[in-house]
């Protein structure tokens, strides 16, 4: 059993269009982060979040953590072939310093 | 300043062997931690270090997996009589373990094929 569901698992868009990404647990996270992937690369943080109800935006993303912390929510507007990647939801359990990463989410934006 | 830096980018070896995977943390950084991720999955904790000291091993997933940090610097992932499940991309990160939400910087990962 996956601690962090993310979905959808795969998304392909055209340019311009938005999107959301979605990542859900039964469990309450004390952080939670997203990270962006690139092929033969490590993730690259993006955000973290860390008070229920948190709203963070970086450009045209916009990350939102639930108020129970057991959720995250990621989206991107207007999006360009150069968002492509896979991202990436972890979070941290309470007393833990191990990060738990859900499965991704691979988008592709297409030109 | 320089990033995480991991060496070889890529190992192949066959069933059987013993490899060495090396990690360079973010100088300064006391916090440092292997994963594995395989294909199509998100990356899976095995061993985290605070200084010298394995903090948390428990994602290990057998005996044949080892990891050290004699220096509190740089680790070394060593894994014997390789097999070939363990093919995978091991990442290692490092953090300052100075903020309590632990935000982790990744390395560029070592792919490991096992034949």
């Known amino acids: 059993t996956q601690l962090l569901e993310q979905s959808p698992q795969f998304l392909s868009i055209q340019e311009g269009e938005n999107l959301t990404v979605y990542c859900n647990s039964s469990?309450?996270?004390?952080?939670l982060q997203w990270y962006r992937q690139e092929p033969g690369e490590g993730p690259v943080l993006l955000v973290t979040?860390?008070?229920?109800?948190e709203v963070k935006k970086l450009k045209r993303l916009t990350f939102q953590f639930g108020d129970a912390r057991k959720d995250s929510s990621l989206h991107i507007t207007a999006a360009q072939p150069g968002d492509t990647g896979l991202y990436l939801c972890a979070g941290l359990l309470g007393g833990s310093e191990k990060l738990v990463f859900g499965k991704g989410t691979k988008l592709t934006v297409n030109p | 300043g320089a990033g995480v830096s991991q060496t070889p980018s890529n190992k192949v070896t066959e069933k059987g062997k013993y490899v060495e995977l090396r990690c360079d943390p973010i100088s300064g950084h006391t916090a440092l931690y292997w994963y594995r991720q395989s294909l199509g999955q998100g990356p899976e904790f095995l061993i985290y270090f605070q200084g010298t000291g394995a903090a948390d091993d428990s994602g290990l997933p057998n005996d044949r997996f080892f990891a050290v940090r004699p220096e509190g610097s740089v680790s070394t992932l060593k894994i014997q009589r390789t097999e070939r499940g363990d093919s995978a991309v091991y990442l290692c990160?490092?953090?300052?373990?100075?903020?309590?939400?632990?935000?982790?910087?990744f390395g560029p990962g070592t792919r490991l094929t096992v034949l």
């Open positions: 469990s309450v996270f004390s952080s």
């Open positions: 990160a490092s953090s300052s373990g100075q903020v309590s939400y632990n935000e982790q910087f």
């Open positions: 979040v860390v008070t229920g109800g």
